[in-house]
Structure formats: structure tokens, C-alpha cells
DNA sequence: TAGTGGTCTAGACCACTAG
DNA sequence: TAGTGGTCTAGACCACTAT
């Protein structure tokens, strides 16, 4: 065991410095990049690992854990571990906000876009009714933190997978009477109900951030690991600027990607 | 011991079933968002965790990994494990493109963008030259793989810290003759060079995507574990619809909140 | 039943920080 | 020098998957 160490830190000394768990961790997703692993293809056990690398489990375990962070690998515990299929994105443009998707009727703009691309969506609500306003979307309304809004929380789950928690606030005086305050708003979604109830829509705002999820957001949006949440704020104004949606959405990194274009500002 | 482990099987099937360490590293962020630990706070260590939660040191670790995925905790060898600080993001909105901003001359919009939030901004070059374009920049130049580009690959560093690490890609008959060539590329910036060598500038699209960083990117972007970062496509097109600038940047994930506002499209 | 990954222990030793 | 976090070992036992 000395001997085994001694050898260890002579090697490390000459080749490089970093621990072991990175190198054999470094080793693995070299060797994933370059196909010897492919996508969904068992990695070496971690029996295997300790034999092959000359370490303890611990260490090999280390090592994946690190490869989970990255995304890279999943494990199924029975099983093996695997390298992570890339789930398909789903594109969001600002397409999916075009008054004649809404204007029509059909489905709600996030159906229509996931549906656009050939995908199941189904929305379970988490919450529907009055509650005290939170200080964002207090912010947005411009009335006191805690004022009561109507909310709709809801969980898309987009084939098969939660894609996102969106938790949508509308002003009371818009929301009560129409079908914002039912589980199926009804033709066109809420954009379309919020048309209808006050002025027309006239403009979005939108915030993004990207962080990783906390333990309930991992449960909930069923996240492999590695795997960060976006943040989005998005707002909502009608033709007088008043703010007549808010909606605070956290949604799992690995479905989307967002797409902009605009003219150059002057 | 062994009366330690039934005790432990016990509560954990009156109370929860999930394992130890994600119940310690629970029960840490809980306190620290009640604000028990405040931003900067030293946690407990190691040998008081042990004692607190009952368990080894190896758990104890495991817990404050989980936090430190979770992007909520640093550690600082030979300190302690601190409540990270959260970086202030700098925004990024579409105004950031304005032309007013380079037409004036003074600053590349980034360092304009982050110098208006009063911060200090370093352009550190990775790289500057000709090289073979890369299948996006290809496909957006609409030229072969391969086929020769000027490219700038450099690092940003905002208020000390690494922020993006940013490849710009030009068609070589607008690069070349130009101080888009150089490492400053005058007043400005490159958008003010575009402007000139060709057609008027017209339009940007952005496609982005969030991930976690590979071993290397986390190393040049010095970003502390649980960070995730932001792919950014940035591709700007004339007022004849050519591509003459294709960005692919990878940036700092705590560090930028990106918003963008639009009229709802028809 | 054998093989896999997941959790946990009880240590040893290293590298870094501070008084 | 004492205290901290970081790495690593060599096991034990659990939960799940396959055969």
C-alpha cells in the first residue's frame, strides 16, 4: 500500500497535478467525446473503474459524480451508469407569442409551439385562485406586496417529461368572470382572455436567468443531474402599458433553447 | 453503532425516507434562506456537523456537496464553507445593441453595456487570426466547412472576474483591411467596422441554451461549483440579409440577466 | 442469486490558513 | 501549531435489476 502510494505521487508529480477522481473523470469524458462511448451506452462499472484506474470506489465514484455534474452521465441504479442521451430542445422564438396563433383559437402558445414541433403536451395544476401577491409581481401591478391577484400554477409536461413550472398572475379585476379563473381558459389560452377582458396586448418584456434548481425544483421537474434550471420572468402589457400577465416560470435547461431576433436598436 | 443504525432506520421511516445527507444539506439551506446563515456566513464545519447531525465526516461532505451544486455555498481550503455571495449580474438588454452606442465611437458595446453599470471591463485575446470556419459559422456565412475566416476569440473580464469567453467569426473580405484585425478595433468597436466595410448593419438573432460547464470552461471562466453556464449563438446580419458576424459565446451563468422586450408579433 | 449503483463509516494523510 | 477543507482507502450494508 505505501509502495502503491509512492508510485502514485511520483506519477502525479511528473504527468500533472490534479486529483485523481479529475483525471479519471477527465479521461472518461474524453473518451465520451470521441465516441468510444456513445449515447446511451453503459460506462465501465465501477468495479471495473477501481481495477482499471488502480483506485478505491470512493474514488471512481467521485469521478462520475463529477460527470453527473456535467451532464454528461446518468445512473440507474441496477443497472449502470450511462452516457446521458441529449434530450431534443424544444425551440422557443418569439414566434410563439404571435397574436394570430391566439387570435384563432386552438390551443394555448405554449401547446401550439411544443405542439408545432410534433410533441404531447399536458398541463397539471398545482394551483388556481386568490392569493397574496409576491413582491415581483406586486412590482409589475404596481399595487401594495400582498394584494390579492388570481394565480394559475401549473406543471407542463411535454412528452412524457415536466418541461417547466409556470406560475401565471393576473390582476384580479381581469381574471374574475372569465375562464382565467377555470382549469381550461378556453379557446386561445390566456392570452386570449386577457384580450378580450381589457385593452388589447400590445407588448412582452421577458427576463432570463440561468442557475441551478434547489432540491424540490429537481423533484418536481424530474432533472437529471447536472442539469440547471432557466428563470424566466415575462411580462405582459396591453396597448395603455398597463402590466396584465406575469408569469414567473423555472424550466428544466436541457428542453429548451431560446431564440431572438430584432432589428438594431438606434 | 449498532443501535445508532436502528435508531436512524426507525426515524427515517417515521419521518422521511430520504437519505442522511440530503436531509443535512436540507436542513442547511433551509437556515440559510431564513437567513440563520447570511450571505459570506462561515458554516458549521465538518467536525461540528458530525456532531450536530450524528453522522461521519464523509456525509457531512456529501451534504455540503449538495449545497455547493446547488450553487449556495463555496469553500474555502483551509477557512471554512462559506454562504456564497451572489455575484451582481449585469444586465443584458437589447438596448445593448443600439446603435447610437457605436455609431458615437467610445467603447465596444459590451464594455459600454458593462461600463455603464459602472464596472471595469478587460479584453484578454485568446486568439486572433485566420482559421478554418466551424460548421455554425459556416452554415451562417453560407460557405464551406473549412473555408477560411477571420476569427477574434477573447476573454471578458468584468470587475476582476472572468465573464464570457467570446468567438466573433467575419467573412474574411470584410475583416481583412480593417482593425478588425487588430486587438482594438478602434472606436466602437467591431459593430462600427462592420457598419463601414460593408452594407448598413440590420438585425441580430440570438439563440442560447443553458448547460453545465466541461472541466475546461469552468477552469477559464473560474466559476465556482454549481454554476451553470449560457451558450449564446449571436449571429448579425446587413440590411441585405448577409451574415457578417457570427459570436458563439459561453458565459458565466451568475453573472448575466438577459431581457428582452418586444411588441407582440402579428 | 449475482451484479449493479447508492449510502455510510472510521479512519489516514495532504494542503492551506491563521495566530 | 492547531484547525480547516480536500483526497483517498477499505470496507459494510442497502436497494434495485436481471437471470
Known sequence: ???????RVVASEITDERSIQTRIADDLRA??????YAAGDQLPTYEQLTQRYLCSSGVARKAIDLLR??????????????VRER???????????ARSRWKQGGTAIHDAEAGNQGLSVKQLYRELGEVPAPPAVA???????????????RTTIVDGRPHQLADSYYP???A????LTEENSGPGGGFARLDEAGDPLAEIREEWSARMPSSPESVSLQLPGGTP????????YDTKGRAVEVMLAVIAADTVEISYRFPIPD
Chains 1, 2 share one sequence.
Open 172 to 174: 384580479l379585476d381581469l
Open 87 to 97: 434530450a431534443r430542445p424544444k425551440r422557443h422564438g418569439i414566434d410563439r407569442y
Open 139 to 153: 412590482a409589475a401591478f404596481g399595487i401594495e406586496e400582498g394584494a390579492p391577484v388570481w394565480v394559475r400554477k
Open 229 to 236: 434550471v432557466i428563470d424566466l420572468t415575462r411580462i405582459v
Open 1 to 7: 500500500m505505501l509502495l502503491r502510494w509512492y508510485c
Open 31 to 36: 473518451r465520451i467525446e470521441i465516441g468510444e
Open 176 to 179: 374574475v368572470g372569465t375562464r
Open 69 to 82: 455534474q456535467q451532464g454528461l452521465v446518468v445512473s440507474k441504479q441496477g443497472k449502470g451508469v450511462f
